[in-house]
């Protein structure tokens, strides 16, 4: 026997004698606890590879299964302590590499492998975790296209989960500041990385949404900015767990995924409404840029102004139409006066007595004040119609507002003021009036929001 057999298999004969001496006869339990010595002894922290067979958890938490290979079974055992750290699902027929002690289970004389790590062969734990959860929530229809909404597109509130220390935010910040001052920001910082962080960014989405139940509709969160800067796998990774993603899913509020690693996609990217690549590009996402918003409101002014036109071009036609049809009317009523005297005239002249002339005479006097009546009563009527046209065509006309005692604030950069927060102590605006323009300095504001 060499020094590595003595080593391993030290008492292996300590119970055979010599002839002539008392033998020694051996309990079950004195055996199993040799078996136990020999091998606990030899085969401490060991590496051993196999294919999983038979996997059953059990109430407590622990893993139970076989290791084999072509040739053998090999017991193991999980405990719970460790089997909440694995990464992965076990499943039957997966190749793994195991670590850890080969133990005894007297009871049974049973010897098994207290698996301490374990690893998937062929590929990394975190990645067959990751594919393992994508398959998952994918037959869930979480990545469902259907499911994703649209960003509005100019929101006055933005939520922001990600943490204060990162470079993450400020990135985020700088752009919103850039593109749209008026912003309002909110953030709720977390862990992005380490023990918390998943269960920190889900507490963070669930609170925006438990907020928007109770808030009024100026104060509500329109969209949602969640992620951090990049890092490896394993500095990503809250952003590829479980109960990340089915905030991100459940949540009311729009969803932005800000994760920092272009090269990788994460749970957190496949279920979100819309993937940045970077927090930059997600703060771009969620505000529009500047001079963009500028066209659509020169555009939206130019289609105002050519709606006004429009509308006054439509009133001086039928205005026009107006005025042609009440000269016709005059027209056609004055020759059927004048046909109506002419006939009456001859008739005098054929019969021509006294009488009769008197008579006709009356009867002409009665058709003419009947004539005058009607006529007046008709330009009454185009009288009173144009007068409504005249007073629809002045309430469409901006100059019109003005006139009745209204005025127009503009900032110095000629933007219509709405609010009072649209303007601080000291500076200068300008007011359109009805007829001319005051300039003038703001030195003091009144109301709930203002900036001073």
Known sequence: MNQKDQRLFPDLFAGIKAPGEKKHIFTVSEITQEIKSLLEAGLQEIWVEGEISNCRPSAAG????SLKDQNSLLSAVIFSRTAKEVPFKLVDGQKVICFGNIEVYGPRGQYQIIIEKIEPQGVGSLQLALEQLKQKLEKEGLFAPAHKRRIPYLPSNIGVVTSLQGAAIKDILKVLDRRFKDVHVVISPVRVQGDGAKEDIARAI??????????GPSEKI???????????????????E??????????????????????????????????????SVAAELAIPPREELRERLR???????RALVDALELSFEALERLMHGLHLSVDHTLELSMSTFEAVYKKLNVLNPAVSI???????????????????????????????NVEKLSSLSPLGILGRGYSITFTEEGEVVKDIAAIRTG?????????????????????????G
């Open 62 to 65: 622990h893993l139970y299964f």
């Open 206 to 215: 669930e609170g925006f949404n438990r907020f928007n139940q109770q808030a």
């Open 222 to 240: 329109e969209v949602l900015i969640v992620g951090r800067g990049g890092g490896s796998i394993e500095d990503l990774w809250a952003f590829n």
């Open 242 to 279: 479980e109960v990340v993603a089915r905030a991100m899913y459940n949540s009311g509020i729009p969803v932005i995924s800000a994760v920092g690693h272009e090269r990788d996609v994460t749970i957190a990217d496949l279920v979100a409404d819309v993937r940045a690549a970077t927090p």
């Open 299 to 305: 555009g939206l002014t130019q289609d105002l102004q």
């Open 358 to 388: 008197i008579h006709s005479q009356e009867k002409i006097a009665d058709l003419e004040k009947h004539i005058v009546l009607t006529f007046a009563h008709f330009l009454r009527l185009r009288e009173s119609e144009f007068k409504r």
């Open 427 to 451: 500076d200068t605006i300008k007011t359109r009036l009805h007829k001319g323009t005051v300039v003038s300095q703001v030195k003091d504001l009144d109301g709930g929001n203002a900036h």
